[in-house]
T-cell receptor, first 112, second 114 residues
Framework: DTGVSQDPRHKITKRGQNVTFRCDPI?????LYWYRQTLGQGPEFLTY????????KSRLLSDRFSAERPKGSFSTLEIQRTEQGDSAMYLC??????????FGPGTRLTVL | EDQVTQSPEALRLQEGESSSLNCSYT??????LFWYRQDPGKGPEFLFT???AGEEKEKERLKATLTKKESFLHITAPKPEDSATYLC???????????????FGKGTHLIIQP
């Protein structure tokens, strides 16, 4: 499968714990995006990378959220001190330049 | 601020009953309008990109059209497997090559009954 992959697919955690999600983009894509989707809503843009540079991060929901793409390949999204309101689907997408974004299957986070 | 409004929120059709989904948008400068299909518990699946008013694209039973203020997704003779949430999104033009991600609507939840 040469599509976008995300790991884990599901994560259950307790309030206050830190969680990290991984995204592997389509191999030749230089742009990588993170979105959050809550029930009944469309995806909400969080941040994006062009190669290893994070070019937009003002949309990250709070300073508890951070993302990295250290070698311009895979990316991680970390949420520190999780809250119940962080429960959502976290989606990753990749593109070649400004072309169409292709999405991964998502990571479903449940905070108890 | 870029905005996307989709209607109806939900639509139930009989198999073979054609209909259209609406996506109204406001954006400072449109670089592209995108349609995605999303099945429950899965990521959005790309369908179409439209770039300029008057443009149309087709794929099997789906046809997307674009005007300066809205886009329509026409579904002809749908089948039960077309049941899904259909998402519309816009991407704005930014000078200097920047990007701000896609702005999505809430989607239209489509159910096709056999």
């Amino acid at each position: 499968d040469t599509g976008v992959s995300q790991d884990p697919r599901h994560k259950i955690t307790k309030r206050g714990q830190n969680v990290t999600f991984r995204c592997d983009p389509i191999s030749e894509h230089n742009r990588l995006y993170w979105y959050r989707q809550t029930l009944g809503q469309g995806p909400e843009f969080l941040t994006y990378f062009q190669n290893e540079a994070q070019l937009e991060k003002s949309r990250l929901l709070s300073d508890r959220f951070s993302a990295e793409r250290p070698k311009g390949s895979f990316s991680t999204l970390e949420i520190q001190r999780t809250e119940q309101g962080d429960s959502a689907m976290y989606l990753c997408a990749s593109s070649s330049g400004s072309d169409t974004q292709y999405f991964g299957p998502g990571t479903r986070l449940t905070v108890l | 601020e870029d905005q996307v409004t989709q209607s109806p929120e939900a639509l139930r059709l009989q198999e073979g009953e054609s209909s259209s989904l609406n996506c109204s948008y406001t954006v400072s400068g449109l670089r592209g309008l995108f349609w995605y299909r999303q099945d429950p518990g899965k990521g959005p699946e790309f369908l179409f990109t439209l770039y300029s008013a008057g443009e149309e694209k087709e794929k099997e039973r789906l046809k997307a059209t674009l005007t300066k203020k809205e886009s329509f997704l026409h579904i002809t003779a749908p089948k039960p497997e077309d049941s899904a949430t259909y998402l519309c999104a816009v991407e704005a033009m930014y000078s200097g090559g920047g990007a701000d991600g896609l702005t999505f609507g809430k989607g239209t939840h489509l159910i096709i009954q056999p």
